[in-house]
């Protein structure tokens, strides 16, 4: 069921996610696309996520916004500090003004980066751990990932789970998408996209979500005057999905963009995916036991089991 | 499709441990017509049976091609034929009686192929007795079908898988005769006791279609054994997905001879299962059993792209069956209920 709107207010809007926006002009999304979005979604009982581009917004635009409760996403180069403040998730499209910039509990950050870009500056999250309550990153290249690459990732992942593991025996409780979502989770939540959320673009055009878009302005699934028209919908559920209905790796993002690039198919993620979630799960786990060596943590949730593969996809003669 | 081009298929094929997991090997020519490239064909299975033999994997093989038949007393067909027999199976399609059969399978001139097939059906028969056929039908052919199994029986073909067409090809009512065409194939069989032939095999009435889905039927009985390659050396899971089967959508195609193939698109169609491709009309199905899908088919049917999307083109066809194939066996066991 579609419980969030995401409206990418321009063409420019900063992408938060996996894949990258190749617009580079301006096209804001019409004053009536708007006030019509808003409309949609308070007819169809949705939490709006407004995404913006980098410039100042006209004022009735603001205004407009203002009218109902909502969730804003913006660029970390966004320079109206008005509207900056009241954002409540902050976008890095790379790591160049990661190092210079003035962290602040309150707010959820992104970092997007490729894999060697993480590989070689991961070091620096473990200060901005101390300072932020949430952080997520986001790999940009997934799918190019090598099994050299998932021994460096596992590497990191270790890093980083120690530094977190020290912060909360001193008190702090910093959210790590990477680390700590799995911990905190009973059952998957992924992305949701064409699920549970859906993504209005500057042309009045509903997509399963920005990627889709970006990637083909053709393949909308429905706009403000018909309505919504998400074709074979149940493959973006869990119930039709293969392999991700036998996993436990919960935090995964289930990137349907990335699935249908990499094994053009919406309900079958790439192996690269797989691997790289499970590093996670497998790094969430080491980090849970640690942590409760200290004292009790997170008494309601069981314990995550240990598993003898990184690939859910080699495991499918087991399920039938 | 080059010599060179199938050599880089073969070396490929046998330097790629994933592909010959297994111990046979089945090439399998399809066309066009095959035969009309006999020798580009011994020249790629003497190549293979030289490399086979040099990579010390153990490998067996097996030929499976399927042809119109029109060449097959040729002399090289033959002498192919000689050579690899113990590895062939070579099926020609042959749809019937003279009418049905001139219905699909016309040259160019539009004069049909009965006539200039049927002395090398005998021939083929005689070279492999235990083959079958398979009858493909398209909704011209219906009124057709009793007549040819018929035919088909009295040339000594035992195995005959009659296959109405995936495609939506379909008009209401054709269920009706292909119902009433099934039932007087099942009258013929008992009325002229030919049942108790355990030789003879007619798919249309196997006991297992017509019930609901058990757990053993969840897995996706295509596309996951097969490596198929286009004559430029490109590689799909089935021609199905090559471009000239296709009628609207993209080829897919999950690699090629330079590259390799592409394993995380494989994924879709190892991991296919019928809980994530059926519809609840169809998991639910009291008949489900035996209705037959194609990936491939379901993929150039589908709204957006995706083999999961069933195709449920044949759906009142295969509810025929199971009523033609009930019929079947409880004439059979009225018949038969005083013996027991």
């Not at chain 1, 409206?7 to 696309?33: G, Q």
């Not at chain 1, 959320?197 to 920005?210: E, S």
């Not at chain 2, 049927?118 to 009793?146: A, C, E, K």
Request: hydrophobic content about 35%; glycine content about 4%; charged content about 25%.
């Amino acid at each position: 069921m579609v419980q969030y709107l995401v409206i990418l207010l321009d063409d420019t809007s900063v992408s938060y996610c996996h894949c990258n926006n190749p617009y580079k002009e301006h096209r804001l999304i019409s004053l009536d696309d708007l006030r019509n979005g808003i409309l949609y979604a308070m007819k169809e009982n949705l939490m709006i996520q407004f995404v913006y581009p980098d410039y100042d917004l006209p004022e009735e635009y603001k205004e407009k916004i203002e009218s109902i409760d909502h969730h804003n996403i913006v660029s970390s180069l966004y320079f109206d500090k008005l509207m900056f403040e009241e954002s409540d998730v902050v976008v890095f499209q790379d790591w160049s003004s990661v190092s210079n910039y003035d962290f602040e509990p309150g707010k959820a950050y992104v970092i997007k980066t490729t894999k060697t870009d993480l590989f070689d500056r991961y070091c620096s999250l473990k200060e901005i751990l101390g300072k932020v309550d949430r952080l997520n990153v986001v790999i940009t290249d997934v799918e190019k990932f090598t099994d050299g690459d998932f021994e460096s990732y596992k590497k990191v992942l270790s890093e980083l789970s120690a530094e977190i593991e020290k912060l909360y025996v001193a008190g702090k409780s910093p959210q790590l998408n990477l680390l700590t979502d799995r911990m905190m989770l009973s059952e998957m939540n992924n992305c949701g996209a064409g699920e549970t959320n859906i993504t209005l673009a500057p042309n009045g055009k509903f997509y399963v979500c920005p990627a889709f878009y970006y990637e083909n302005e053709a393949d909308s699934v429905g706009d403000l005057d018909k309505g919504l028209d998400i074709k074979n919908k149940q493959l973006y559920r869990l119930d039709h999905a293969p392999i991700c209905r036998h996993c436990d790796a919960w935090q995964c993002k289930r990137c349907i963009w990335l699935n249908r690039k990499t094994t053009l198919e919406v309900n079958t993620p790439s192996h690269e995916q797989c691997v790289i979630a499970h590093l996670e799960r497998n790094a969430s786990r080491e980090l849970l036991n640690s942590i409760r060596k200290h004292g009790t943590f997170l008494p309601e949730q069981d314990e995550i089991e240990k598993i003898d593969y990184l690939d859910p996809f080699d495991k499918r003669a087991d399920w039938q | 499709m080059t010599i060179s081009v199938a050599q880089s298929v073969i070396n490929y094929i046998l330097s790629t441990s994933f592909l010959v997991k297994g111990t046979t090997i089945i090439y399998d020519f399809i066309g066009g017509e095959p035969l009309l490239k006999i020798n580009l064909i011994s020249e790629i299975m003497d190549y293979a049976v030289n490399e086979m033999k040099k990579s010390n994997l153990g490998l067996k093989f097996k030929i499976r091609i399927t042809t119109n038949g029109i060449l097959y007393n040729n002399s090289k067909v033959q002498s192919f034929i000689q050579k690899y027999h113990d590895h062939l199976i070579i099926s020609i399609s042959i749809d019937g009686t003279k009418k049905k059969n001139d219905l699909n399978r016309v040259f160019k001139n539009g004069k049909g192929s009965y006539d200039s097939i049927i002395s090398n059906v005998y021939l083929w028969h005689s070279q492999f007795p235990f083959i079958g056929t398979r009858m493909t039908i398209s909704h011209d052919d219906i009124p057709f079908v009793y007549e040819s199994v018929k035919h088909l029986i009295s040339l000594g073909i035992k195995k005959i898988d009659v296959n109405p067409v995936l495609e939506n090809v379909w008009q209401e009512g054709d269920e009706v005769i292909y119902e009433e065409q099934l039932m007087n194939i099942a009258d013929y069989i008992i009325d002229n006791d030919l049942y108790f032939d355990k030789e003879l095999d007619l798919t249309c009435f196997d006991e297992y279609i017509g019930k609901p889905l058990g757990k053993k039927d969840m897995i996706n009985p295509c596309g996951s054994m097969f490596l198929s390659v286009d004559s430029l050396g490109r590689f799909y899971t089935c021609m199905r997905f090559a471009k000239y089967s296709l009628r609207s959508k993209k080829p897919r195609i999950i690699g090629d001879i330079h590259n390799g193939i592409d394993k995380n698109k494989l994924r879709p169609l190892y991991a296919l299962d019928l809980q994530s491709l059926y519809t609840s009309e169809c998991f639910f199905c009291e008949v489900a059993t035996g209705c037959k899908w194609c990936p491939a088919e379901n993929y150039d049917s589908s709204s957006t792209g995706t083999i999961y999307e069933r195709s449920v083109a044949t759906c009142n066809m295969h509810k025929a069956r199971v009523r033609a194939k009930n019929y079947y066996w409880n004439k059979i066991y009225q018949k038969n209920k005083w013996i027991e």
